[in-house]
């Protein structure tokens, strides 16, 4: 693998693009949630928007070299999961 000017191999830059975007994903969420300017919200909504799907680019290409690692759940535990939050959002209601 090799290393560009910054000493940084390709593996380690994705990694750090993909750590980055995932902290500017968590601060648009937060600005959303903290503020009462609808002009404002829709804004970082779409910025938000724009991040989550930087951020799935970084994380398929670091798939794809297999950088990466992922392993398919189990359709049980999928099941399992809908059903806690769907409770979740019942009693929320």
């Given amino acids: 693998m090799q290393m560009n000017q910054s000493g940084l191999t390709e593996k380690e830059l994705m990694n750090d693009l993909l750590t980055s975007e995932k902290q500017v ?7 959303i949630t903290e503020s009462s300017c609808q ?19 970084i994380f398929d290409a670091m798939k794809q070299r297999g950088w990466y690692q992922t392993k398919p759940a189990a359709s049980q535990d999928v ?8 409770q979740m959002m019942n009693e929320l209601q």
Avoid: E, F, V, W
């Avoid at 099941?79 to 769907?86: F, I, L, M, W």
């Fill in 39 to 57: 002009n404002l919200r829709q804004h970082l909504t779409k910025c938000l928007t724009d991040s989550q799907q930087i951020q799935y680019q």
């Fill in 25 to 31: 994903t968590s601060a648009y969420n937060t600005g």
């Fill in 79 to 86: 099941q399992n999961a809908k059903t806690k939050y769907n």
